[in-house]
Structure formats: C-alpha cells, structure tokens
C-alpha cells in the first residue's frame, strides 16, 4: 500500500505556507508549537544565516492558536553588527501575527581554556542511527518510569528524558539543517518539563532555546532540570544534547490548560 502521508509540514508558494495534516499539534485543530517555532526559527537561519555566526539564542513567542490554514512568514533585521546579528519573525494568519520569533547570531572565534563548572547531565543514550520510525514524522522515545514512544514514560514524579529525530522536512522541497532540528526540539522543552503523574495540564506559551553550538545530525535529547509552577503559572527548564554531549539549554513558560491530546498517529 503506498505511503499517503504528507512529505512535509508545510507547502511554501513565496513567504506563503500551507501546513499539512501532519502540522498538527496536540491541543486541537491548530498547527503543532513544536512546527510553528520550527519553521520561524528555519525561515530566519536560511534567509539570514551566516557561516562565521552562531545562532545562539532562539525565542519563540505562542501568543495565539495558529490555525491549520496558510500563514505567512515576514522577517526583519533588528542589528547586523560585526559580532551580534538579531532577526526577529513574525507568523501571520488572516491579517493577525498568531507567533514571533526572535533570533540572536553571535561571532564564531576561538575559544578560550576554561575549566568551568557545570551540573552533569545524565541522559539515556540514544537509539540506534538506523532504529527504525515506521514512516512516522517525528520518532519520539521518552524516558522516565520505563521507556516509551508516547509520553506515558513521564507520568511520574522521578527524571524524565527524551530524545526526538525529525524525519520529515519542515517546508517540501528545501532541506532540514542543524538548526532547525534544533528549533523544533526547542519546544518539547515545555511537555517534558510539565509533564507529572496526572499528565499534561499546562500549554506552553513561549520557548527559548540557547546553542553553543549546532547539533550533528537529527538526534536531539532532552533532559529536564527543573519544573515550578504557582498560580496556574508554571516554568520549566531543561539541557539540550546530541551524540555527541550536550549542546545548550531550554527553558518555557506555560499556562494551566487541560485538554493534551496526541494527534493521530
């Protein structure tokens, strides 16, 4: 039988992008945070990335349910600076912004001996490279009470890790990078961090994610640090790895809203 899923999130027609069916995220019939941040943070890097500069810092603000209808991405240059380089996004539907993304850009150049200190990260190892996603776009694997490829494995109270693999492009026709795997990881920072024994029960409405550096290949972890939350208000941070160790950090800040449902598979 042949494979009817969609080969990607978004169809691009100019800085026009229609999600498909896979766009979806968990709190109804509106585009995914993971793949609306995802795309403003791989807009901003192909239109404006620069080979001697790091994306160091992304934030992406979720300000307004994006619906799974076309949107359009516009993009501004704030400072082009010989060390600093800031571009700010903006998603729009229908005449209103539903989310802006900020990104900063800082000079590549060599690094000094250090010796500083860190708290330890102790992640599962990632699956296999050829571990097989049964075609799925996203693979997810959680880590907590046992190992599962829903989140069930975080309903608990103990640690409780994750490592994605994106197998399917943002926009058809133009290719993943680095940062953008990178983006979209960025906001499971808010899930895995939420997450406790009754579920998930507050919907993110920001993520920042910070790189000192990019990561090598599609494999992204994630490890949770803290969770507080008081009011309904509720902040979560979280360490960001490859294969190769850790590459930087998320934090997110979320609203209570129960409803999480899982997309179809």
């Known amino acids: 039988m042949p494979n009817s899923r969609p080969a990607a999130y978004f169809i691009a027609e100019g800085d026009r992008y229609t999600p498909t069916s896979i766009a979806r995220g968990p709190w109804g ?19 404006h990335g620069h080979p001697d500069f790091q994306p160091a810092r992304l934030t992406v603000d979720l300000f307004r349910p994006a619906a799974l209808a076309p949107l359009t991405v516009s993009t501004t240059t704030v400072r082009a600076g010989r060390r600093i380089i800031v571009i700010d996004a903006t998603a729009t539907q229908d005449g209103r912004p539903v989310a802006r993304a900020s990104v900063l850009y800082l000079c590549r150049g060599p690094a000094p001996r250090t010796d500083i200190w860190t708290h330890p990260v102790d992640i599962p190892e990632p699956p296999e490279p050829d571990h097989p996603h049964t075609g799925a776009p996203m693979q997810v694997i959680a880590y907590g009470a046992g190992t599962s490829s829903d989140l ?34 960025g906001d499971v920072v808010s899930s895995l961090t939420h997450f406790g024994p009754d579920g998930l029960l507050y919907i993110n409405a920001d ?6 550096r990019l990561p090598e ?4 972890g994630l490890s949770a ?21 850790p590459i930087g950090s998320g934090i997110a800040t979320a609203l209570v809203s129960p409803g999480f449902a899982p997309p179809p598979a």
């Open 29 to 47: 019939q509106t585009i995914g945070g993971n793949i609306l941040g995802g795309l403003l943070g791989f807009v901003v890097d192909r239109d």
């Open 152 to 185: 069930s494995a975080w309903a608990h109270r103990g640690p409780k890790h994750v490592w994605l693999r994106t197998n399917t492009a943002l926009v058809d026709g133009q290719p993943m990078t680095p940062f953008a795997h990178a983006a979209i990881a």
């Open 207 to 212: 993520y920042t994610l910070t790189l000192s």
């Open 217 to 220: 290949g599609p494999d992204i």
């Open 225 to 245: 640090l803290t969770h507080y939350a008081d009011a309904g208000v509720a902040t979560g941070t979280a360490t960001l790895s490859d294969r190769a160790g």
